[in-house]
């Protein structure tokens, strides 16, 4: 019986993001851009006034997340269009990873203030609040491509 991975192994639209039509590549974008532009006026409005030099490596970081964003819903969006089920708790589960993932970033890179010295339990603080926002961002830009695409089919 021949393996199901013979010629490597099989990739399916939903897996390579193909298959999309270009409005759906256009609510990737714009979702990943909507997201991107919240992020950084929710971290301006936090910043300090005017915003100290390390908030480049924020905003490039925030890049990054937003251009994997568009990636994810890329893949998500095709596998919608395939009729197959997207499921939120996954979509939550991506989000969660890139705010630890960012967490970890800023927390190996930008030291912070030197005067302070930062404890065990503040970054498990610094961590879970990161979750909670990429799960919570995930969320609401998946609701936001649901809302475009469903907006569009009508």
Known sequence: MPSRFQDGPLRGPAEAGEGLDVSDRRVAITCAAALFVATIATALAAADKPPPPGFLVLA???AILSACAYLRLRVHLSALAGEVHVRVSGIALEGLGGGF???????LVCSG???????VIDRLIWFAVCGVIGVLGASAVWALAVWMRRRRST
Do not use: H, K, R, Y
């Open 101 to 107: 993932a960012l967490a970890l970033f800023l927390t």
């Open 113 to 119: 203030e030197p005067s302070m010295t930062v404890g």
């Open 60 to 62: 490039a970081a925030l």
